[in-house]
């Protein structure tokens, strides 16, 4: 059987000021780099075979946090980047929620409605992650993996793991950055252990 270790990258610059990130980056801010020190001493145990992540420079130096010194690959995927959200991405959520109100709540409230303004729909995503899924429990069938990911990413496997309708997309637990989520591989499928716990940081929970 393989597990999968799923963290959200740490709080971000842009998390603080509420911009949209999508696959632009923002660096960590001190909070953030303190959940990921925070998850990696939760993780010391765990024996990892190796560590994916996105290819995104804020996923990144949280997956080397977490790593620390340990001897441990850590391998980017694009296919683990955050959702793509096009002519949104670095702006003020306040600021497109004031220019694009049916999009943006349809992003929130009705993700069957949602259509996206030069980046990824939610169809999009679903089918990048179903391959990144499928590409990780081929490449394994035993062991733990590290992979740290983005929030709307994180959302994304929940639903495909429990198989959800789109329009249940952003029911069940928070992403909090830093949380910790685990899904097990037994060879017929994947199965959720836990969803964003946040245990390691909860007396400074993130907004």
Same mark, same amino acid.
């Given at each position: 059987?393989?597990?999968?270790?799923?963290?959200?990258?740490?709080?971000?610059?842009?998390?603080?000021?509420?911009?949209?990130?999508?696959?632009?980056?923002?660096?960590?801010?001190? $909070?953030?780099? +303190? +959940?990921?020190?925070?998850?990696?001493?939760?993780?010391?145990?765990?024996?990892?075979?190796?560590?994916?992540?996105?290819?995104?420079?804020?996923?990144?130096?949280?997956?080397?946090?977490?790593?620390?010194?340990?001897?441990?690959?850590?391998?980017?995927?694009?296919?683990?980047?955050?959702?793509? /959200?096009?002519?949104?991405?670095?702006?003020?959520?306040?600021?497109?929620?004031?220019?694009?109100?049916? +999009?943006?709540?349809?992003?929130?409230?009705?993700?069957?409605?949602?259509?996206?303004?030069?980046?990824?729909?939610?169809?999009?995503?679903?089918? $990048?992650?179903?391959?990144?899924?499928?590409?990780?429990?081929?490449?394994?069938?035993?062991?733990?993996?590290?992979?740290?990911? @983005?929030?709307?990413?994180?959302?994304?496997?929940?639903?495909?793991?429990?198989?959800?309708?789109?329009?249940?997309?952003?029911?069940?637990? /928070?992403? @909090?950055?830093?949380?910790?989520?685990?899904?097990? @591989?037994?060879?017929?499928?994947?199965?959720?252990?836990?969803?964003?716990?946040?245990?390691?940081?909860? @007396?400074?929970?993130?907004?």
């Amino acid at each position: 059987m393989v597990r999968l270790y799923i963290t959200r990258h740490g709080e971000t610059v842009w998390n603080v000021q509420r911009r949209m990130q999508g696959q632009k980056n923002s660096e960590l801010t001190d $909070r953030g780099r +303190q +959940q990921a020190a925070l998850l990696s001493k939760t993780l010391e145990d765990v024996e990892f075979e190796t560590a994916y992540s996105s290819s995104s420079e804020r996923a990144l130096q949280t997956a080397r946090i977490i790593v620390g010194n340990r001897n441990i690959p850590i391998v980017p995927l694009d296919s683990l980047r955050e959702i793509n /959200f096009g002519e949104w991405e670095g702006r003020n959520a306040g600021d497109v929620e004031k220019e694009y109100p049916e +999009q943006y709540r349809n992003f929130w409230e009705y993700p069957l409605l949602y259509e996206p303004v030069g980046g990824e729909s939610f169809d999009d995503i679903i089918n $990048r992650f179903r391959a990144a899924l499928e590409l990780l429990a081929d490449r394994h069938d035993k062991g733990n993996i590290l992979v740290v990911t @983005h929030a709307v990413a994180l959302k994304t496997i929940a639903l495909i793991v429990e198989k959800k309708e789109l329009k249940d997309f952003w029911s069940g637990t /928070f992403i @909090h950055p830093a949380s910790l989520s685990i899904i097990e @591989h037994d060879g017929t499928g994947w199965k959720a252990v836990k969803w964003g716990d946040i245990s390691h940081y909860e @007396h400074e929970r993130a907004e």
